[in-house]
């Protein structure tokens, strides 16, 4: 991981001081590369094997060269597709297998008061069916109903109500149709 240094974000010449750009590996076991990166309560990052929070030692602490820290947190592995964010909560394809296999599971990335850690729950548990083929891209819709659609593989669309407020997590497909006539 590389972050530049405080205000300069180009420059990227670490060294000690706490300003200076921050610099480190992740200790994971495996050799993979990191699909994504969002902040929420902590930097949360994606890789092919798993997905990590990258903190401070303390909460009440900054985030520097000398004080930083890679904490493992679930061990599911992301795909390429671009995760969302919503509120305090990562949702992410999970990697399926091979890092070139089409993700067939949406993974809900949220940090767990009483774990204290974060959880990766499946989201499509109950509808494994839906993302058919595997998961090409997917977005995010607030209004006016919160919506998350998925577009698969095959071109199908897909979308998922989603108001963890109120535990509502329902899937649905969208058939599109038309004709080639001009």
Known sequence: VWGSRSAAFEDFEDGPDDDDAITFTISSGTVDVIVWMLGTRVLSIGT???????????SNEALTPSNVRAIPQTSYGSSAARPLRIGQVILFPQRSGDPDNAAKKVREYAYRYEQDAFNSA??????EH?????????AYQAEPDSTIWVVRDDGVLAACTY??????????RHLLGGTDVI
């Open 48 to 58: 092919g094997a798993g997905e990590f929070s990258i903190a401070s030692t303390s």
């Open 122 to 127: 499946d989201l499509t548990v109950f509808s």
């Open 130 to 138: 839906i993302t058919g083929s595997g998961i090409a891209q997917f």
């Open 163 to 172: 108001e963890r407020d109120q535990e509502v997590v329902a899937w649905h």
